[in-house]
């Protein structure tokens, strides 16, 4: 009977009922059983002899379900574990749980014998019918741990979808439709119904209509309308029906927006005329925009002027939710005609939710010459959300334009992080290939940013996971991580050649400490990228343990080396595990020499020397220089001083006036003039402030 189970039984009992339900068919076969014998086993009824059928009966339910239903659940159950625990946990639970329960039950089992042998006489039908009991009571607490589980279950595949941990190759998809349609069927909290449907179109977004088209008029209105966008993304004729009745019967104006436009993108030649009942002025502006944008999509020249006309009333009238939808609607047409007109006055709008509506509507009608204005919209934290979406709405053809606004050093930093930011949810192949391409040649926080994109793509998993990203981290490479790597070793080489010959017994004063300070914020840096591009070439938790435990006690700093040592194996491994220890600067030095030789030299040498080398300092860093050559009266040279000049940086252009004050007065009336109209107001005092002290006219 096992094996028959086994064929022709589990796998389709299991895709019709449910991993759960069947999970509880033997607790409750038990139960029900169970209860019977000792009901029968009573004087009076059957007696003891129902007992011994009672418990033969179990035995044999036990063994024939819990290795063919029971033991076919537990694969499906392990599903939603992340890969670097499952196995850990299964073996867990087959090699100590298991047995430690088995053992359990044993000595509970002797315990009720002694007991029993121990309370004087008891007869044998008694001592049975307290063993039945407690199998009773055991089964009981197995159904119940089976409800717990069940209320967490859902909560762990949707984290684990999240995180990209659950795939179509790792998961019976039929068997997680099924608990699906009965987490939305049975009463209970529409927050864990939500995830079921956020889960199902996440992870079969094509299938998604095949089960919430049935379910839609048992839905609520929220679920309605959540139910409606996930079909919306791939909507199919063989799922109209429910919808058509839904939008005949729903008084609730999202839900029937929703269901016209799905009805009108379906049917192959729908009535356009069935749509003007909704573009009357009484009519909610949520479904009036709607039915607009239909017939502007799918109407005739005189219908889409009649739908122009409505949008032009919509995106001109006082109320703020009318102005919304309108911009909403015209993100939902093909093109917006001569809506367009209104588009500058809309940017400028009162209303924040306004802007954000139109921002996406520019990038869904791919009105090319408002593009500048997503990009504008990254500049403000309340319209930041809109454009990213906006331009990751526009894939490829944002690139340019984003790859623009990154490589602008005059723009704010945080500003072109996040451009990097979109090119990296873009996700596109040219995407990538750009962000590698530019981390070849980028340095300090721009490198820092495009790796920290890199290795959230490269940990992505399962469904987030596209071919795009494993072809863009193949190109990337061994060889380029290992030169890369190299590349942070000789800056950081460099970075202690300036520590050791600018040190504090030759070189003392507030500037030289704060110069020493800031390289060190450097190597903290330099450190933090030598760490994430190690995770490209190993395992990232392994990297991250090292990463942790050299910021504890020593002994936790020697484990996190010990850790290194053994899981690296690139020519620089000594470098590196002796940068990272606590060493003298000197010695670090000498572990470099391999990549940057170290000559001494004097101090002002050296300052220049890093100075040439500014592309790849930080701004306060280079400030610093500037700084310390001032208090040290040490010259620099006119290139090094025109370079700071012309820095988007306003502290670093202050430092480089205050060196010129000192070092080159008149040069420095030369160009004073020239800043009056500087765009920083500290730079500007400034720049007033030593045009009075040199008697220079302020208006030459």
Not at 550 to 572: F, V, Y
Not at 596 to 620: C, G, I, N, T, V
Not at 652 to 662: F, G, H, I, K, P
Request: with cysteine; net charge positive.
């Amino acid at each position: 009977m096992e094996l028959v189970t086994q064929w022709f039984t589990s796998s389709r009992l299991i895709e019709r009922a449910g991993v759960f339900t069947v999970t509880m068919l033997l607790p409750l076969v038990i139960l029900g059983l169970g209860s019977l014998a000792l009901l029968l086993s009573w004087p009076g009824l059957l007696g003891a002899s129902s007992l011994l059928v009672g418990m033969v009966v179990l035995k044999f339910m036990d063994e024939w379900l819990r290795y063919t239903l029971v033991a076919s659940t537990r694969p499906i159950l392990f599903q939603p574990i992340p890969d670097s625990s499952r196995g850990r946990l299964q073996s867990f639970i087959g090699g100590i749980a298991e047995p430690l329960s088995m053992g359990g039950t044993g000595l509970g089992i002797l315990l009720t014998i002694w007991l029993c042998n121990n309370l004087g006489y008891v007869s044998i039908s008694f001592q049975s019918r307290v063993f039945l009991l407690e199998v009773l009571i055991v089964a009981g607490i197995w159904l119940g741990a089976i409800f717990l589980l069940r209320s967490r279950y859902l909560n762990l595949l949707v984290l684990s979808a999240e995180r990209g941990l659950l795939s179509f190759s790792n998961a019976n998809l039929r068997v997680l439709k099924r608990a699906f349609i009965e987490q939305l069927e049975k009463p209970g909290r529409e927050a864990d119904k939500r995830s079921c449907i956020e889960l199902l179109s996440y992870i079969d977004a094509s299938g998604v209509g095949d089960v919430l088209a049935p379910l839609l008029p048992g839905l609520s209105p929220g679920l309605q309308k959540q139910s409606l966008e996930a079909m919306l993304e791939y909507p199919r004729p063989d799922c109209l029906s429910p919808v058509q009745t839904l939008a005949k019967t729903t008084q609730q104006p999202e839900v029937l927006a929703l269901a016209l436009r799905y009805v009108w993108i379906t049917e192959a030649e729908p009535d356009i005329n069935a749509l003007k009942p909704y573009i009357k002025p009484d009519i909610d502006p949520v479904v009036r925009g709607t039915a607009a944008s239909l017939m502007l999509r799918r109407g005739n020249p005189r219908q889409k002027a009649e739908a122009t006309n409505v949008l032009r009333q919509m995106l001109t009238h006082p109320r703020e939710r009318e102005r919304v939808m309108g911009c909403r609607a015209l993100g939902e047409a093909d093109y917006m005609q001569a809506l367009r007109l209104y588009i500058p006055q809309l940017l400028q709008d009162d209303s924040l939710r306004v802007r954000r509506a139109l921002l996406e509507a520019i990038a869904a009608t791919r009105l090319e010459e408002y593009y500048p204005s997503l990009l504008k919209g990254l500049s403000y934290k309340s319209t930041r959300d809109a454009a990213v979406r906006a331009l990751g709405r526009l894939g490829n053809e944002a690139l340019p334009l984003l790859k623009q606004l990154a490589e602008d050093y005059r723009q704010p930093e945080a500003l072109r992080h996040q451009a990097w930011q979109v090119i990296g949810q873009i996700g596109t192949a040219e995407a990538l290939d750009l962000l590698i391409t530019r981390l070849q040649t980028a340095w300090g926080s721009t490198r820092r940013a495009i790796l920290r994109i890199l290795l959230r793509l490269s940990q992505e998993t399962g469904l987030k996971r596209s071919k795009e990203i494993d072809i863009a981290l193949d190109r990337l490479g061994r060889s380029s991580i290992e030169r890369l790597l190299n590349q942070e070793l000789t800056f950081m080489g460099q970075i202690y050649a300036g520590l050791v010959d600018i040190s504090a017994d030759s070189t003392a004063g507030r500037e030289a400490d704060l110069f020493r300070n800031a390289l060190r914020d450097m190597l903290v840096d330099a450190r933090e990228r030598l760490f994430m591009l190690m995770r490209f070439l190993y395992p990232s938790s392994t990297i991250q343990a090292a990463q942790v435990s050299l910021q504890g006690s020593a002994t936790s700093r020697a484990r996190g080396l010990e850790i290194l040592d053994n899981a690296l194996d690139i020519p620089t491994k000594r470098a590196i595990l002796s940068i990272l220890d606590q060493r003298l600067d000197e010695e670090k030095l000498i572990s470099l020499s391999g990549l940057a030789p170290h000559q001494p030299m004097l101090p002002s040498d050296r300052l220049r020397y890093l100075m040439d080398l500014r592309h790849f300092l930080s701004e306060w860093a280079l400030a610093c220089c500037f700084h310390l050559a001032r208090q040290q009266q040490w010259s620099l040279t006119t290139a090094q001083a025109l370079a700071g000049l012309s820095h988007p940086t306003g502290f670093l252009r202050e430092a480089v006036l205050s060196y010129l004050r000192v070092a080159s007065p008149q040069g420095l009336a030369k160009v004073l003039p020239k800043m009056q109209a500087d765009p920083n107001p500290i730079v500007v005092a400034q720049v007033k402030q030593l045009m009075f002290e040199l008697g220079i006219p302020a208006h030459v």
